[in-house]
């Protein structure tokens, strides 16, 4: 267990390093949701908080997965993954240690969009009760991504991919469109996404909608995770084999 939580900080330290803390990823992870919303409300103005937790959403979504590609198709293709396994530490933990990766730079990412639309825009948020959605949010979507990537062998394979997914959940998870004013079929697939419960719940904590179980949505995001992570870790083990 120690050399697991050791190796699974080793793990997190050298990605946020190399990876996440480079300007391609910041510009995912946040340049696009702004202009995304922003564009949405120049096309047609109305009240912006309204538009806050959707971005707050998309912000977690984009961050956590701007370089899940790079974090685990490059390094199998170049075999740093392979060689971690010369350290004492299970295959879980590695893939663990890169879904946290994600997480914590899109906890940083969502974090300082919150801090802009506090001040800035005077938009009321309760921390805990953001952060109680906002976690769960960021594993699931972390989760999501590295399954995604795991399921194929290029990086411009794990890239396509992962857009696919990201951009039809922009468009029916109630970002910028309430999902209880699609029809029905596109509601029934909307709650197919994590990105709806994100927003639904950032909704929630925020008083932007009233009557939100904000509880029944960090579980259901919590779900996701798990659901996301037992096939994730089964092809990475197969990867290895």
Request: aromatic share 12%; hydrophobic share 60%; net charge positive.
């Amino acid at each position: 267990m120690r050399d697991d939580l050791r190796g699974i900080w080793c793990i997190i330290a050298k990605d946020m390093r190399t990876y996440y803390l480079k300007p391609p990823a910041i510009s995912w992870g946040i340049v696009f949701p702004i202009a995304w919303v922003l564009a949405f409300y120049l096309r047609n103005p109305v009240d912006f908080k309204g538009l806050i937790p959707g971005l707050l959403a998309m912000t977690a979504l984009f961050s956590t997965t701007a370089a899940e590609a790079v974090v685990i198709n490059f390094e199998l293709r170049l075999g740093s993954l392979e060689r971690l396994l010369l350290a004492p530490i299970s295959i879980k933990a590695i893939l663990l240690g890169k879904i946290l990766g994600g997480a914590i730079f899109g906890l940083l990412m969502s974090s300082l969009v919150a801090v802009i639309c506090i001040f800035l825009l005077n938009f009321d948020l309760h921390w805990i009760s953001f952060l109680s959605i906002l976690l769960p949010a960021l594993l699931a979507f972390s989760t999501m991504g590295s399954l995604l990537c795991l399921m194929v062998k290029e990086v411009f394979e794990a890239q396509a991919l992962l857009n696919l997914p990201r951009f039809v959940m922009v468009f029916i998870s109630g970002v910028v469109y309430p999902v209880e004013a699609m029809p029905k079929a596109l509601q029934f697939l909307a709650h197919l996404f994590p990105l709806t419960y994100a927003v639904k719940g950032f909704q929630g904590v925020s008083g932007v909608s009233q009557g939100i179980n904000v509880a029944l949505h960090a579980a259901v995001l919590m779900a996701f995770f798990l659901i996301f992570f037992l096939p994730a870790a089964n092809l990475l083990s197969k990867k290895f084999e």
